[in-house]
């Protein structure tokens, strides 16, 4: 197969516009008006340019350049590949974009209960996943790992709980540090909260500077915006950490969750959207609903190293099964097959 990976160009409007997207989609509220939909119509023109429409199979992720589904010529197929969760969003916008997703060939969700029953065309539920080869996933040494942590000033001995997040409401990165707060009072920890500035995301800066405030006094609290493809800093964080957090309110899979669980660590994760498919509870780690459950369970896992093994090694075990690449090459190539047989009928 002959595989390329093209990137959507847009401004400050444009990506307003697709946040207020995302979160009416995935929120199930939203105040939009009738510009936002010009705007975004405006912008799938620009990048026609972008993206050469003479490929036999197009994969489209997510609602951003849903609407250059409008270009499609000839035999080419199309698939829409959703990463968050639809199903329940605010109706204007689905609305809007229904109008685009309904011409594609067929979608891929990620979870089971983003499936939509106002779609006619096929869904395939496809999980994402985790490429343990990659720099982000593969085995380092200890000294790397050292090395990264005194680097970024924070102590080998002290345990570590850890999030790898944008800095986004739905991340719930002030419930994190609430959480943090709480068990801080029961166990010596230090956390790390991770974060890097994404180019399409207005509302980051607004959310870090909550973030930096509610952080404020507490040398144990490591706020950390690192340049993108910061894979291997990621890497020796995820593997120094004794728990990791993925605190999610809203979400769509979540490959934090896989990635940490892949370095057999226990994970407590929001109890939403795909964390639950990855974060069996009790089993491969823990769910919660509130800074208090979090904090519960940071405090469970720091004191009880053997809890934290048995559930680290069934986490890797579960990654290993349904979460790795290889399972999700296959799932594309099912879905190939079946767009290009129905082609040929
Ligand atoms: N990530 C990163 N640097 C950061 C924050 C996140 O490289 O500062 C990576 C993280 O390791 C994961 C991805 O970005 O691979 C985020 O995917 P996820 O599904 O967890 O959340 P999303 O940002 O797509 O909602």
């Known amino acids: 197969l002959n595989v390329d990976w093209k990137v959507i160009k847009g401004d400050s409007d444009f990506f307003n516009v697709t946040k207020s997207f995302h979160n009416a989609l995935q929120n199930g509220v939203g105040n939009i008006t009738e ?5 975004y119509d405006k912008w799938q023109e620009a990048n026609l340019s972008e993206v050469p ?63 939509r029953d106002d779609l006619e065309i096929p869904q395939f539920i496809i999980p994402p996943s985790i490429d343990p080869l990659s720099i982000k996933n593969r085995p380092i040494p200890d000294t790397t790992i050292l090395r990264i942590l005194h680097k970024f000033d924070l102590s080998e001995e002290k345990p570590l709980v850890t999030q790898v997040s944008r800095f986004d409401y739905a991340k719930d990165p002030l419930g994190v540090i609430q959480a943090y707060k709480m068990a801080k009072r029961h166990v010596d920890i230090q956390l790390l909260y991770v974060g890097s500035p994404a180019t399409d995301d207005p509302e980051g800066e607004k959310v ?47 490959l934090t969750v896989s990635e940490a669980m892949w370095k057999k660590k226990p994970v407590i994760g929001g109890n939403t959207g795909g964390i639950p498919l990855q974060v069996i509870n009790g089993i491969t780690g823990f769910l919660v609903n509130s800074p208090q459950g979090a904090s519960h ?49």
């Open 297 to 345: 369970y940071i405090i469970y896992l720091i004191r009880n190293k053997k809890v934290r093994e048995e559930i680290g090694r069934r986490a890797k075990e579960h990654v290993r099964r349904n979460f790795l690449i290889t399972r999700e090459l296959r799932d594309y190539l099912m879905t190939i097959s079946y767009v290009a047989n129905k082609f040929s009928e």
């Open 53 to 115: 429409m003479d490929y036999d199979i197009m994969f489209i992720h997510d609602p951003q350049p849903a609407g250059l589904v409008r270009f499609k010529k000839g035999n080419s197929k199309w698939i829409w590949r959703c990463h968050i969760d639809i199903s329940n969003p605010y109706q204007p916008v689905w609305n809007f974009l229904k109008k685009y997703i309904s011409q594609y060939d067929s979608a891929i969700i990620s979870v089971p209960s983003f499936g």
């Open 35 to 39: 510009d936002y939909f010009k705007i």
């Open 208 to 254: 870090y500077n909550e973030v930096v405030k509610a952080s404020q006094g507490d040398k144990d609290i490591h706020l950390l915006l690192l340049p993108p493809y910061s894979d291997l800093e990621i890497n020796a964080f995820q593997r120094a950490s004794t728990v990791v957090m993925q605190k999610s309110i809203k979400e769509g899979f979540g």
